[in-house]
């Protein structure tokens, strides 16, 4: 065991299941870098160096740099994927899903629907989401509630390193289209990963804390933010437990009714835009389920349903911070 | 300074603990105190205990209150003998705080001191705390365990003997592999890994599995073995909770796994959310399942105990006790019955099938009056 950062996570995650199945292959923009130029080989790694080190590895055969085409890249990959190769496609910006989302709304997600179950799609699809990088209203958002909303695929927000290897080898594995979503905030934070190979299992949720007061609800990189407010809530006398989501498609029901039903009080906290968001679905689940066992209004922590600013002070007002959570939950512990 | 002021400290239990929550104190300030009694209740990652009284006297401060996390080795209590003057006490913490280095702060110290060492083809992960002592103790854990089930024994016990504790194959940070699982092939590695360390005698205490191992160990290897103390052993009848073994090793959630690990426990409040978590993590890792199922097989054999050591054990000359939780659910401790009168044999009130965690200061007490005679 050792302490990894999030990018280490998954480039171990890519580097031992490419070891352990030849099927698997890298497909994307400068996955490598410099393909068919006299220039520097493996110069990028993708955008931000997740997948650097693997093409001295696994050579260009399997780590495929594409042209600029989202398109070809998720029409290549979902063929490749039903004819019996695992691909990981890089999605580089998920805000790019407006070019492809065609191949991966109505073709991938119901290949094994269309077929009657005789054709399978072991695709995943990693990509970068969430603000706080200065990149302005096209390489900021979310988007992930887009994709939990289509049947057939599945949708994966890990949060720390060690989840970000254990989900990331299950995608693989998993015979289903998935799509892997990777907060930029998180690449640099570190955590204990075994360096044995993994796996976790989809639709298990995660309690990162327990506590009696009340209840966070969290997914991707807020989950910390919930983590650190709970911390300062315990110094100031209130018990708080954190539900880390893991996945949204499957969602982990069970697991989300019994941390409501523990305290009464809950605080969804979701970086996507507002409307049709995955606090709004969990906040429906609850009523629906557990309406008994709450002893104060569902609050929800989101930003406002606007497009992301590229102002530095406007983004910070605009992401969910631990100030914004914090005084959600004051108003009703 | 008034000699006779004692700091009573955060206790350190397994490799990983940096800190505790003290959940609850039974005593207050003024409230007289002896060794071995029940002090307050600690909560660290992986676990919620009692410690116990470590000195005779009095309280006369409590420094961490209930709520309160403190390091490993802080200073959370002032026990004394006499009633001393505030201005004492105070003196006492102050002098204590100054030369207080915090192990979370010294970065050395987050390194562990898992040590490996191939045996067999195989990695073993072991820890080993080696001192000038004469006598040399090993542990071996259970099925499905690791080293860490030791955390309230190894420590402790190392101040008086050189104490040994491994991962066997497929458990902890062993290598997830078994080639040969029968109890002769575990015990031929436990014979091997003494004679890498260059381990003349050994006094083995070894639980449920473990347990069965290190009878066979000793039966096998009556030069090396000096004493055995055996926690709710397998092999001395038929009856075992075969469903656990499988469940434990098909658990895929939080949920399923709590509730095997609940059988282990006669108090489940000792379980905490990370100590499920750590046991998940473990099954999550390739070939661990598998590695576990094989292990499986060499302890059951259609729902019965496939190992009878009753006429091993007994054939012993050997100081060897057995401690079994009367409340074992794994293996009921009326099992205990089949063994020699020479044999020490401790059946432990509320309890269950993991004394070691449940009631360490008996076990300790137990592994040392082995020892020692």
Redesign the interface.
């Known amino acids: 065991?050792s302490l990894k950062t999030y990018r280490e996570a998954i480039n171990e995650a890519l580097l031992q299941e490419m070891q352990k199945d030849e099927n698997v292959v890298i497909i994307g923009e400068d996955v490598a870098g410099g393909a068919g130029t006299n220039g520097e080989q493996d110069a990028w790694g993708g955008v931000l160096g997740v997948t650097k080190g693997l093409l001295k590895h696994f050579g260009r055969e399997r780590i495929i740099d594409t042209p600029i085409t989202e398109t070809a890249i998720m029409g290549m990959a979902s063929g490749a994927a039903l004819t019996g190769l695992r691909p990981v496609a890089e999605l580089m910006f998920v805000d790019f899903m407006g070019v492809c989302f065609d191949q991966i709304l109505n073709q991938t997600a119901k290949f094994r629907y269309m077929f009657g179950g005789k054709a399978v799609t072991p695709l995943t699809i990693r990509t970068m989401y969430g603000g706080g990088l200065r990149a302005a209203s096209q390489h900021s958002q979310c988007l992930y509630p887009m994709f939990t909303h289509v049947p057939g695929i599945k949708v994966v927000l890990p949060s720390n390193p060690?989840d970000a290897k254990?989900l990331l080898i299950q995608s693989i594995r998993d015979n289903d289209p998935v799509i892997f979503m990777e907060h930029k905030n998180l690449y640099d934070t570190s955590g204990e990963v075994?360096d044995?190979?993994?796996?976790?299992?989809f639709g298990?949720a995660?309690?990162t804390r327990?506590g009696k007061d009340i209840t966070f609800i969290a997914m991707g990189q807020t989950v910390e933010i919930c983590n650190k407010v709970a911390d300062t809530l315990k110094k100031e006398?209130n018990s708080a437990t954190v539900l880390d989501l893991r996945t949204l498609s499957p969602l982990d029901e069970?697991s989300i009714l019994e941390a409501a039903e523990e305290t009464g009080k809950i605080v969804i906290v979701d970086e996507s835009y507002p409307r049709c968001n995955i606090a709004t679905d969990i906040s429906a689940l609850i009523c629906q389920k557990s309406f008994d066992s709450l002893k104060a209004g569902i609050k929800m922590v989101s930003p406002p349903h606007t497009p992301v600013p590229f102002s530095p002070p406007l983004e910070d007002l605009y992401l969910p911070s631990e100030e914004k959570v914090m005084s959600t939950a004051k108003e009703i512990l | 300074m008034s000699s006779n002021l004692k700091p009573i400290t955060m206790p350190k239990w397994g490799l990983s603990m940096k800190e505790g929550t003290i959940l609850k104190w039974f005593k207050s300030n003024g409230e007289n105190i002896s060794k071995g009694e029940i002090l307050l209740e600690i909560e660290t990652e992986k676990v919620v205990n009692e410690m116990e009284s470590p000195e005779d006297g009095k309280i006369l401060k409590i420094c961490t209150n209930e709520?309160d996390a403190a390091p490993v080795g802080s200073l959370i209590a002032v026990c004394g003998i006499n009633d001393n003057s505030e201005k004492e006490i105070d003196e006492f913490i102050n002098e204590f705080n100054l030369n207080f280095v915090s192990d979370a702060k010294t970065q050395e110290n987050d390194q562990d001191n898992n040590e490996k060492i191939t045996i067999s083809d195989i990695e073993i992960n072991f820890v080993k705390n080696v001192n000038t002592n004469i006598h040399n103790l090993l542990f071996i854990h259970g099925f499905g365990g690791d080293l860490n089930n030791w955390m309230f024994n190894e420590n402790e016990l190392s101040k008086n003997y050189n104490t040994y504790a491994l991962d066997l194959p497929g458990h902890g940070?062993s290598e997830?592999i078994i080639h040969k699982p029968s109890l002769e092939d575990i015990s031929y590695l436990i014979n091997k890994f003494c004679e890498k360390n260059n381990l003349d005698t050994i006094n083995i205490v070894g639980h449920s599995f473990g347990a069965g191992i290190a009878i066979k160990t000793a039966f096998l290897n009556k030069e090396l073995v000096k004493t055995l103390t055996l926690i709710s052993p397998i092999g001395l009848g038929k009856e075992i909770d075969s469903n656990y073994l499988s469940n434990f090793i098909n658990s895929?959630?939080?949920?399923d796994l709590k509730k095997e690990i609940e059988k282990l426990y006669f108090n489940t409040d000792i379980i905490t959310?990370d100590m499920v978590?750590e046991v998940l993590?473990y099954l999550?890792?390739?070939n661990v399942k598998e590695t576990l199922e094989i292990i499986k097989n060499e302890i059951i054999n259609q729902e019965e105990q496939k190992n009878n050591l009753i006429e091993e054990i007994n054939s012993l000359n050997i100081p060897i006790s057995v401690i079994w939780g009367e409340d074992d659910k794994i293996i009921p401790s009326n099992q205990s019955k089949v063994l020699v009168e020479n044999i020490n044999t401790v059946i432990e009130k509320e309890c269950g099938h993991m004394a070691h965690i449940e009631k360490p200061s008996t076990v300790n007490e137990v592994i040392t009056s082995t020892i020692i005679g």
Do not use: A, Q, T
């Open positions: 065991m060690y254990g075994p044995e190979s993994y796996s976790i299992p298990e995660n309690f327990e006398g069970d | 709520g940070l997830k895929d959630s939080r949920k959310r978590n993590k999550r890792i390739d």
